[in-house]
């Protein structure tokens, strides 16, 4: 093998948000801060255990590009206020469980953050009076990484599973 030939495999921290239908993920370089990639991955609400696979298919092909330094995902119980049911807090519990045990099987660093401290980290202040969580989320990610290509709705928004993995890079982006 020719030295020349030789290409140096990434550094990245995943940043991955779950929740019952979605899974954002945002793959930054941890030297550079450099967004690599970016998703919304479709789950099947219907079976937890099916998501295990849908998550584990995900990685297979992710592995061998980068050295995954860490995986961080939302500390869960902790980002979440009014107006979440009860049973919405639960499913929430049991696929975080299940997402950070599918990881840690497969002998990945896992790591837990609380979304305000993970903003609060990434852009100096958790939220700014006056404005929705997604919002202040969507600008600011979008200072960081303008190459992000946002797709729109026909009314005009971003599209469901947008805030999915814009949450998603700012974990990525935690240290």
């Not at 990639?37 to 998550?55: G, H, Q």
């Not at 050295?67 to 119980?77: P, S």
């Not at 404005?131 to 979008?142: A, G, I, L, R």
Request: aromatic share 8%; glycine share 6%; charged share 30%.
């Amino acid at each position: 093998m020719e030295l020349s030939n030789r290409v140096e495999k990434r550094t990245v921290r995943i940043g991955l948000d779950c929740s019952s239908k979605k899974m954002g993920v945002g793959i930054v370089d941890v030297k550079s801060k450099e967004l690599l990639k970016y998703e919304t991955v479709k789950l099947d609400a219907d079976s937890m255990f099916k998501n295990v696979e849908i998550i584990e298919e995900w990685f297979y092909p992710i592995e061998p590009q980068y050295i995954i330094q860490e995986i961080v995902i939302e500390d869960y119980l902790m980002g979440f206020s009014g107006g979440t049911s009860q049973h919405t807090l639960m499913l929430l519990c049991q696929i975080n469980t299940l997402l950070e045990f599918t990881l840690m099987k497969k002998q990945f660093s896992v790591r837990k953050i609380n979304v305000q401290t993970a903003r609060k980290e990434v852009f100096g202040k958790a939220r700014v009076n006056g404005k929705k969580p997604k919002e202040y989320v969507f600008e600011q990610v979008m200072k960081l990484y303008p190459e992000i290509i946002i797709e729109l709705g026909r009314t005009g928004k971003p599209k469901a599973g947008t805030d999915d993995f814009l949450d998603a890079i700012v974990l990525a982006c935690t240290s």
